[in-house]
């Protein structure tokens, strides 16, 4: 009856062993005892090594770790092979005996349960009351390559890795500067993710910093496995279509951001970093626009920002103005998509899902298969479901043209995220067209208008610097102005510190 109850009542847990009295007790000065302890805190854990052998001096000594977290050469070169063959006392083990560069004295089992799990290695010493934590982290890691989503074409060819550390080192090489600052959390109760957090300390606003860390201590969850799970834990709406954070997996890009006086979240296991605050047109721009020369980094940028608006709204004015507004179009073109439409059985709105849907399908289809055969398959069934569908009287052949139009122009803006984000937007758009024609799309606009400048990143008007107005960061808004007319960092960000650089050029007055 007790589990039945508890099943109604939605308690399905299992009784979890508890072991904190065994975590809390300081380690014992018998070996054995602390093997017995160790069984039982890990048991079950056939990866657990535990190596015995003796030290130079004839004392009896224990080395733990977990394989296949270690590196086995340094701990055969680094730590055994000095430990039995080198040291003449006891006490100079716990001075500068072994080679590793990074070592700790721990006394708790508390301690030593976490370095074990993070990938170090852990030597007892029979008689003694304390133990060494050895730095031999050597998981397998895969080579740093090109990022596959953010692609450049003059920018740097280095994305960051599944390793935090190694992520931290990709963008401290660009600002080898002592005011970066590194603050570490470990979030999750059961995977205890190491989470980072990087900024400029005498450039960022400090209650950015104070926010982000409240709202990492806040986290109450078994493990954090990715930069997206983290982003719906911190971000301001989590309701809302539109992202208000950026995901990077581009070192150069997150250093950029540093500079401008944002913080930079880095997530061990995670390929990418999260960026904060950010304003809806920081969405728009591309690392490329700062490698190319400025004139044709502004028509890019003014070519996504023309993006944005065909994606939304492109399909919803061709329902609009076939459903509701035809007289608008010239006779020729009316009499053209009335011929083209002539044997479509659908109104234009089941018309347009149609087309929609499937070219959603076959896009979700190309990612998920590999590389090449995505390809193939993304090319090859578009042209052949367009052609057939026309010719089966499905759909018309201005509706392919606009579907395709539509696809082109989500995939312009640089950040997946929000053009993912922009793309579902176009279904209730097509909706309201459908329903009210060009007055629908306008209410439709004006929501998302409205919802956008409503909205706050922490406490940076996600609309900023369109509404509120500051007119000093359109420079790089709409346009990119050349780089020594950037003199001042954007101030939507908030920054302590607003010069980003002096004169440059001959004639130029000093900020």
Not at 53 to 75: C, H, M, P
Not at 191 to 202: A, E, F, K, P, Q
Not at 249 to 262: F, N, W, Y
Not at 296 to 309: C, D, G, Q, V
Request: net charge negative; hydrophobic share 45%; proline share 5%.
């Amino acid at each position: 009856m007790g589990t039945i109850r508890r099943w109604l009542n939605g308690i399905r847990s299992a009784p979890i062993k508890d072991l904190s009295d065994e975590l809390n007790q300081p380690i014992s000065r018998t070996l054995n005892n602390n093997l017995i302890t160790l069984n039982s805190i890990f048991s079950h854990a056939p990866d657990l090594v535990i190596r015995h052998f003796q030290l130079r001096t004839g004392d009896n000594a224990v080395l733990v770790y977990l394989e296949g977290l270690i590196d086995k050469s340094a701990i055969n070169n680094n730590i055994l092979k000095p430990l039995m063959y080198e040291i003449n006392s006891v006490n100079d083990f716990w001075d500068s005996s072994t080679t590793i560069a990074k070592t700790e004295v721990v006394t708790l089992w508390s301690h030593i349960e976490k370095a074990i799990f993070q990938g170090q290695s852990i030597l007892f010493i029979d008689g003694q009351d304390r133990s060494l934590v050895l730095c031999t982290q050597g998981w397998p890691q895969r080579a740093i390559k090109e990022p596959q989503i953010e692609s450049t074409l003059k920018g740097s060819h280095q994305g960051f890795v599944e390793t935090s550390g190694q992520n931290i080192a990709l963008i401290r090489r660009y600002l080898p500067n002592r005011e970066l600052k590194i603050k570490e959390f470990n979030v999750g109760s059961r995977g205890n993710t190491r989470v980072s957090i990087m900024y400029l300390d005498d450039v960022i606003n400090p209650d950015f910093v104070k926010e982000m860390e409240d709202r990492l201590l806040q986290i109450n969850v078994d493990a954090i496995l990715n930069t997206g799970e983290l982003a719906e834990f911190i971000e301001d709406h989590p309701i809302s279509l539109f992202p208000q954070l950026i995901m990077t997996e581009r070192p150069d890009s997150a250093a950029a951001h540093i500079l401008q006086g944002r913080i930079v979240v880095v997530v061990d296991h995670s390929p990418s970093v999260i960026v904060a605050p950010v304003t809806f047109s920081a969405f728009f721009q591309s690392v490329d626009d700062y490698s190319n020369r400025w004139i044709i980094a502004t028509f890019l940028r003014l070519l996504r920002y023309l993006a944005l608006i065909t994606t939304i709204s492109l399909s919803a004015v061709y329902i609009a103005i076939v459903s509701f507004h035809y007289e608008v179009l010239p006779l020729d073109l009316l009499v053209s998509i009335g011929e083209s439409r002539e044997k479509v059985p659908f109104p234009p709105i089941v018309e347009a899902f149609l087309m929609e849907i499937a070219l959603e399908m076959l896009r979700e289809a190309g990612l998920r298969l590999p590389g090449p055969i995505g390809q193939t398959i993304g090319v090859v069934g578009g042209i052949v479901i367009g052609q057939a569908a026309v010719q089966a009287g499905i759909v018309s052949n201005i509706m392919v043209i606009i579907v395709a139009i539509t696809a082109i122009s989500s995939f312009i803006i640089p950040d997946y995220d929000m053009s993912s984000s922009l793309r579902l937007l176009r279904f209730p758009m097509m909706l309201l067209a459908a329903v009210f024609g060009m007055v629908g799309i306008v209410i439709g606009l004006m929501i998302i208008g409205a919802h956008m400048i409503s909205m706050e990143s922490f406490g940076i008007s996600y609309g900023s610097p369109v509404a509120p107005i500051r007119l000093s960061d359109w420079k790089d808004v709409w346009v990119r102005l050349p780089m020594w007319k950037m003199k001042k960092r954007p101030l939507s960000t908030d920054p302590t510190q607003l010069k980003r650089q002096g004169a440059n050029r001959e004639g130029e007055d000093q900020v």
